[in-house]
């Protein structure tokens, strides 16, 4: 399971860190990712990170603005979110792809499961 949480409300130009804790499972051997979704949108891909390899991989829309990190010692995968815009308002999920040791990054939907409940991230103009 995962659970994740961190989200708010934001004025433009602001930051939020989401985290994202897992349990019931060896974290450091899987691939984690985020994704978002507003309202009457398609649930779409943030970022992802690697159990071992040190490159990320980003949606154009948010590289250079959003940094994921995780700490295997406390099982937890953050999204450290700097300049919001109000186009990233959403409801924000983590989620786990199940290979483990997975070599390659998706930036698939139907590769994860596990999804967290979302944490609701609103930027204000």
């Known amino acids: 399971q995962v659970a994740d949480s961190g989200g708010g409300l934001v004025q433009a130009g602001g930051s939020l860190r989401l985290s994202c804790v897992a349990s019931g499972r060896d974290f450091n051997i899987y691939n984690m990712a985020w994704f978002r979704q507003s309202p009457g949108e398609e649930r779409e891909f943030v970022a992802a990170i690697s159990w071992g390899s040190p490159s990320p991989i980003y949606a154009t829309s948010v590289q250079g603005r959003f940094t994921i990190s995780r700490d295997n010692a406390k099982n937890t995968v953050y999204l450290q979110m700097n300049s919001l815009k109000p186009e990233d308002t959403a409801v924000y999920y983590c989620?786990?792809?199940?290979?483990?040791?997975?070599?390659?990054?998706?930036?698939?939907?139907?590769?994860?499961?596990?999804w967290g409940q979302g944490t609701q991230v609103t930027v204000s103009s």
């Open positions: 989620a786990v792809d199940p290979r483990s040791w997975a070599m390659i990054l998706s930036r698939r939907r139907d590769v994860y499961d596990n």
